[in-house]
């Protein structure tokens, strides 16, 4: 039996799971047959720890996570069951290591994202929208504001919590364009965030795919979907007696970079040329 926290309700993480899904039933041996239980608690330290504890009390036989959140809050509970995660943002930062730990995460270089944006249009003041919930969007921030100050851009963050940080937002900080972090929280809620732009919009950056069709005019990204396939390969490899140490982790490097024309032209951005040319696939 299988326990399965996921980092909120988020498309990305949704994808990511059903890839696994698929791999993991096509790659059991014959007669082998595994049952999961799912968790999808909001994502603040509370909500996850009680997930864990719930799989834990379960009596599972390996915990699968997806997402920085979740992946720290199954890890702190020191349980000593098997844990694989998957989507967590440069794991080596949160420390994702034991005996009874290993995954495949990812990092997107923000400063190749910084970059692309500014070929399709000048930036003078950036806004990024994360969460202080969870560390690895800090650490997207962070990582920003050292972009942003060498490069003489102005930065404005905006933190959310709950949807009520939403709501407060002022429609007139969006500045020239909008980073959306990899926050599950943000990404949980990326319907009612873009709403609040919608008569003011900037152009929209993000390291997660448009998954929801929002409007995203860059995204530059890690493939849900091999990440969740990566992750079931390693849990067949534990229901089959290897040890979680002796299976080497990943870090996903590859990332895909779309360029959303039609939704650039609309907004009259200027410049796609370059991004046209560089991008892995432009949406027209």
Same mark, same amino acid.
């Given at each position: 039996? !299988?326990?399965?926290?996921? $980092?909120?309700?988020?498309?990305?993480? $949704?994808?990511?799971?059903?890839?696994?899904?698929?791999?993991?039933?096509?790659?059991?041996?014959?007669?082998? @047959?595994?049952?999961?239980?799912? +968790?999808?608690?909001?994502?603040?330290? !509370?909500?996850?720890?009680?997930?864990?504890?719930? =799989?834990? &009390?379960?009596?599972?036989?390996?915990?699968?996570?997806? *997402?920085?959140?979740? $992946?720290? &809050?199954?890890?702190?509970?020191?349980?000593?069951?098997? !844990?694989?995660?998957?989507?967590?943002?440069?794991?080596?930062a949160i420390h994702a290591k034991g005996p009874e730990i290993t995954g495949c995460g990812y990092k997107v270089h923000l400063s190749s994202l910084f970059r692309h944006l500014r070929t399709?249009?000048?930036?003078?003041?950036?806004?990024?929208?994360?969460? $202080?919930?969870?560390?690895?969007?800090?650490? +997207?921030?962070?990582?920003?504001?050292?972009?942003?100050?060498?490069?003489?851009?102005?930065?404005? +963050?905006?933190?959310?919590?709950?949807?009520?940080?939403?709501?407060? !937002?002022?429609?007139?900080? *969006?500045?020239?364009? =909008?980073?959306?972090t990899g926050s599950a929280i943000v990404n949980s809620w990326i319907d009612e965030v873009m709403a609040v732009f919608k008569g003011n919009r900037p152009t929209v950056v993000s390291i997660?795919?448009?998954?929801?069709?929002?409007?995203?005019?860059?995204?530059?990204?890690?493939?849900?979907?091999?990440?969740?396939? @990566? &992750?079931? &390969?390693?849990?067949?490899?534990?229901?089959?007696?290897? +040890?979680? @140490?002796?299976?080497?982790?990943?870090?996903? @490097?590859?990332?895909?970079?779309?360029?959303?024309?039609?939704?650039?032209?609309?907004?009259?951005?200027?410049?796609?040329?370059?991004?046209?040319?560089e991008a892995t696939r432009v949406i027209k």
């Amino acid at each position: 039996m !299988i326990g399965v926290v996921m $980092t909120g309700n988020t498309p990305y993480y $949704t994808v990511m799971h059903d890839a696994f899904s698929k791999t993991l039933n096509s790659m059991l041996p014959a007669g082998k @047959k595994v049952r999961s239980i799912i +968790q999808k608690p909001f994502p603040d330290p !509370i909500a996850l720890s009680n997930a864990a504890r719930k =799989l834990i &009390a379960a009596d599972v036989d390996l915990i699968v996570t997806y *997402g920085s959140p979740a $992946t720290l &809050a199954v890890i702190n509970e020191d349980s000593g069951i098997p !844990i694989i995660y998957a989507g967590v943002y440069d794991p080596e930062a949160i420390h994702a290591k034991g005996p009874e730990i290993t995954g495949c995460g990812y990092k997107v270089h923000l400063s190749s994202l910084f970059r692309h944006l500014r070929t399709l249009k000048p930036i003078a003041t950036l806004s990024v929208v994360y969460s $202080t919930l969870e560390e690895d969007s800090v650490r +997207q921030v962070n990582e920003l504001r050292a972009l942003t100050k060498e490069q003489g851009v102005g930065l404005t +963050q905006i933190n959310v919590k709950s949807i009520r940080d939403i709501k407060n !937002i002022d429609p007139k900080v *969006g500045g020239d364009a =909008l980073f959306v972090t990899g926050s599950a929280i943000v990404n949980s809620w990326i319907d009612e965030v873009m709403a609040v732009f919608k008569g003011n919009r900037p152009t929209v950056v993000s390291i997660f795919p448009d998954l929801a069709e929002v409007g995203f005019i860059i995204t530059l990204f890690q493939s849900p979907e091999e990440q969740g396939e @990566k &992750a079931a &390969a390693m849990v067949v490899r534990v229901l089959q007696g290897e +040890q979680p @140490k002796n299976i080497k982790p990943e870090l996903l @490097k590859n990332t895909e970079l779309v360029f959303n024309l039609k939704e650039a032209r609309s907004m009259g951005d200027i410049n796609p040329i370059n991004l046209i040319a560089e991008a892995t696939r432009v949406i027209k």
